[in-house]
């Protein structure tokens, strides 16, 4: 049906309609209008969703980085660690050499090998304890895209809460942002409904029985 | 079992780093064996295909979460009798109690320390001690 259709009914109509209806309509209308203006105008949630492609790849890029990083470093560590141990095993057993023969430890070279063998372990550790500290350089390379990610992800938050909230029934409204807002709590305080650490979250089954 | 220290655990988390940090951090403990899952369903078949001890669960998985995962072991009649503990991001209260409700064996909270696991993992092992 064209508005042309209704403006010629609607005459015709109006003879038997209750002035309810016309009420209801009129409010539907003022809905209907309020609604899609608000679409029309948020200049800021057509921007972020033109960025979420980008924001998609610069979060890829931050995964990558981070994950790369700490692989590396928990590599390093696996390997200082092995260094670590062999050397803690080679002091014991040329301690128990020396006590048991210091002139013969001395003389047959073992005390100069291990001197020689501690020497090259230490230098591996630093290069792994070198490597470790280089791995670091994701946080730089991943802050200033993380910083450009968050002022997006903002920016379309607060469109769509404006959104959702012009939107919903009314005793719902006040229930949309706390619901969208679920995750990883970044900042626990003031907040009664999530814990602060590990001591909370012991408290909490403890008052439970558990 | 003979030796607690031969407890086989399964660690579950969608991030690799993390599973190889709970790894590394229950070697350092004293428990070596262990496997990991990227997923609830990835662990609910592999726990039904072999023999675990005890369950180390994440509770933000796709495919299968850390809650579905954890209903899904305890309505196994074979599975029920497995201590799953939680290691999650999630701070909210309602999910700290619905973890307890379903069935967990404990709950901890990212970040956290070495001994804030070994203390969580020890309790729970003499709890399944006095218990057998």
Known sequence: ?210 | MSNPTDMKFLIVDDFSTMRRIVRGLLKEIGYHNAEEAEDGAIALTMLKNAKFDFVVSDINMPVMNGFELLSAVKADDTLKHLPVLMVTAEARKEDIVRAAKDGAAGYIVKPFTKATLEEKVQKIMQKLAATA
Not at chain 1, 33 to 59: E, F, I, W, Y
């Open chain 1, 1 to 210: 049906m064209k508005m042309d259709d209704l403006a010629v009914l609607a005459p015709q109509m109006a003879a038997g309609a209750s002035p309810e209806v016309f009420q209801q309509l009129g409010l539907i209308t003022r809905q209907l209008h309020d609604t899609l203006n608000q679409l029309g105008v948020m200049p800021k949630l057509q921007a972020a969703a033109d960025g979420l492609p980008d924001a998609r790849s610069r979060l890829s890029y931050i995964a990558k980085k981070t994950g790369d990083a700490a692989n590396k470093v928990l590599n390093s560590v696996d390997m200082a660690k092995e260094e670590h141990q062999r050397i803690s095993s080679e002091t014991r057993r040329i301690a128990q050499a020396f006590i048991k023969d210091p002139v013969k430890a001395v003389a047959s070279g073992a005390v100069l090998n291990f001197v020689g063998d501690v020497e090259a372990a230490t230098d591996r550790i630093d290069r792994h304890l070198t490597d470790i500290m280089m791995a670091q350089d994701f946080h730089d390379l991943t802050g200033q895209v993380v910083a450009k990610v968050v002022a997006l992800a903002s920016d379309l938050e607060d469109s769509l809460v404006k959104l959702l909230v012009q939107a919903a029934p009314l005793e719902q409204a006040q229930r949309v942002e706390s619901a969208i807002l679920n995750g990883p709590v970044v900042n626990p305080e003031g907040r009664s409904d999530v814990v602060a650490d590990q001591g909370e979250v012991d408290d909490l089954l403890a008052s439970l029985g558990f």
